[in-house]
């Protein structure tokens, strides 16, 4: 099974953009398996997710984050990344990036995050 | 978007007992879309069952999860001292997707 890993910096000024890159071994984005998330954990709002991308670009957002948010593919890198501009202190969180699994079975495909990067906290502040 | 509410916010309970959490979703929803996670501290949540009531591979059976329309839930059967962390709910069906706030299950 694949390992993701995220990397990026841990703080973030407000009104800036935050940037982060998640590294997937064991497997190849490019084989067109799976789609690829960002999701993030904070105290305030729990669990949210952010978007997914598949190994062609397209991309698919939450409407609560999609005017400030873009996730890219490097399928070269074995790589996807998250952009979120304009950040404030209340998108400071862990972010994960994440596997959406596939798991078919009676002609139906069931596709929850079955793989997890451990996770970065981004902190927003000046 | 489906809100998804969990009960109760703390389950206390001793080893060997059983633990029932329940998930409730703001709609119907097919239960081919509800899939339940366990987050220890520190770590990422670890997919336990999908479609409802599907175990992931490698998940003991003393997990398991059953419902159906708005209602689910996910017993643990005879809690292990590992069993003690944090449990969510989270729907993949409609856009976009969300997750439950919650059950924290701690030992008594």
């Known amino acids: 099974q694949e390992q993701l890993q995220e990397s990026g910096p841990g703080l973030v000024r407000p009104s800036q953009t935050l940037s982060l890159t998640c590294t997937v071994s064991?497997?190849?984005?490019?084989?067109?398996?799976?789609?690829w998330s960002w999701i993030r954990q904070s105290p305030g709002k729990g669990l949210e997710w952010i978007g997914y991308?598949?190994?062609?670009?397209?991309?698919y957002y939450n409407p609560s984050l999609k005017s400030r948010v873009s996730i890219s593919v490097d399928t070269s890198k074995n790589q996807f990344s998250l952009r979120l501009n304009s950040v404030t202190v209340a998108d400071t969180a862990v972010y994960y990036c994440?596997?959406?699994?596939?798991?078919?079975?009676?002609?139906?495909?069931?596709?929850?995050?079955?793989?997890w990067g451990q996770g970065t906290l981004v902190t927003v502040s000046s | 978007e489906i809100v998804l509410t969990q009960s109760p916010g703390t389950l206390s309970l001793s080893p060997g007992e059983r633990a029932t959490l329940s998930c409730r979703a703001s709609q119907r929803m097919s239960s081919s879309y509800l899939a339940w996670y366990q987050q220890k501290p520190g770590q990422a949540p670890r997919l336990l069952i999908y479609?409802?009531?599907t175990r992931a591979p490698g998940i003991p059976d003393r997990f398991s999860g059953s419902g159906s329309g708005t209602d689910f839930s996910l017993t643990i059967s005879t809690l292990e001292p590992e069993d003690f962390s944090v449990y969510y709910c989270?729907?993949?069906?409609?856009?976009?997707?969300?997750f439950g706030q919650g059950t924290q299950v701690e030992i008594k």
């Open positions: 991308i598949y190994y062609d670009g397209s991309a």
């Open positions: 064991g497997g190849s984005i490019s084989s067109g398996d799976y789609f």
């Open positions: 479609a409802a009531s």
């Open positions: 989270h729907q993949y069906g409609d856009a976009p997707r969300t």
């Open positions: 994440a596997r959406v699994g596939k798991f078919c079975g009676g002609g139906d495909c069931y596709t929850p995050f079955d793989s």
